[in-house]
């Protein structure tokens, strides 16, 4: 039911807005207006962020849907009966024990990695994955390819082999 939903907000924001789905073009944008806070020249020398304040405003529906986010996993949390919230995953925890400020660091160092790599890809997760892959665009494809024929051998190197169930 959710990939459906998603599949029709996707429709909805390419119907009524002409743009795909994405995120990681916001962080882009927070970072060319925070650095300019710091030094304007800096940010309007690096054609990478002047690019990216030249093209959009900061505030869009873009940031309203990063912002809304933590919201959104927070309802489905709440609707699919999640009472409690789980900051260190019983299969983190059973490969790396249960420090929360090394669950966060890794989790952090993973979420760098894959925007750094969406960003050199011309995208983000969900811009690639899901708006790419409805419009069946070869770029897209490609990227999620390699996503997961890179993500499962890293998951199976970090978490290890085993096939039990960890509860």
């Known amino acids: 039911a959710v990939g459906a939903l998603i599949g029709i907000l996707s429709w909805v924001t390419f ?3 002409g743009k795909a789905l994405g995120t990681s073009t916001t ?12 030094s304007p020249e800096h940010v309007y ?5 002047a690019k990216s304040l030249q093209t959009k405003p900061l505030l869009d529906w873009q940031f309203a849907l990063v ?8 309802l489905g949390a709440r609707l ?27 989790a952090f160092i993973g ?7 969406a960003r050199l890809a011309g995208g983000c997760t969900s811009g690639h994955a899901i708006s790419g892959g409805l ?11 390699a ?7 890293a998951a199976m190197a970090i978490y290890g082999r085993s096939h039990k169930s960890v509860q």
Request: net charge positive; proline share 4%; no cysteine.
């Open 15 to 17: 119907s009524l807005m």
């Open 135 to 145: 419009q069946f665009a070869v770029s897209s494809w490609v990227f999620m390819v």
């Open 45 to 49: 020398q690096n054609e990478y962020y």
């Open 80 to 106: 699919g009966g999640e009472k409690r919230v789980e900051h260190v995953p019983s299969l983190w925890k059973a490969r790396f024990g249960s420090s929360r400020g090394k669950r966060y660091l890794g």
């Open 147 to 153: 996503l997961f024929g890179v993500g499962i051998p």
């Open 27 to 38: 962080f882009v944008h927070v970072a060319a207006f925070l650095e300019g806070l710091i």
């Open 67 to 74: 912002l809304l986010m933590p919201f959104g996993a927070w």
């Open 111 to 117: 979420g760098a990695l894959v925007l750094f790599g």
